[in-house]
Nanobody, 115 residues
Framework: QVTLVESGGGLVQAGGSLRLSCAAS????????MGWYRQAPGKQRELVAF???????KYADSVKGRYTISRDNAKNTVYLQMNSLKPEDTAVYYC?????????WGQGTQVTVSS
């Protein structure tokens, strides 16, 4: 059994910062890709940032230059540093990871940016 637990969401004013964390636990032998997605009300879930095992990051155009994804393999944890937040960044953020082959999702954490 593998679980992903996110933390770090909350309410912040526009221009502010938040840092999300997602820790994987359970019977873990290998973690390949890790990433963050988000889903705003009435919209489809979209990829925000992605970091494979080789560390080559990928970002959605809307967050480039503002968000930074990183991972600590020793802790089986992926982070998302979000700076210069905008109201349109408001969404539920989900972490994703390929663990032992299959993909797993976290439960989601709410990020709300007020104007």
């Amino acid at each position: 059994q593998v679980t992903l637990v996110e933390s770090g969401g909350g309410l912040v004013q526009a221009g502010g910062s938040l840092r999300l964390s997602c820790a994987a636990s359970g019977s873990i032998f290998s973690i390949n890709a890790m990433g963050w997605y988000r889903q705003a009300p009435g919209k489809q879930r979209e990829l925000v940032a992605f970091i494979p095992s080789n560390g080559r990051t990928k970002y959605a155009d809307s967050v480039k230059g503002r968000y930074t994804i990183s991972r600590d393999n020793a802790k089986n944890t992926v982070y998302l540093q979000m700076n210069s937040l905008k109201p349109e960044d408001t969404a539920v953020y989900y972490c994703y990871a390929n663990i032992n082959g299959p993909g797993y999702w976290g439960q989601g954490t709410q990020v709300t940016v007020s104007s």
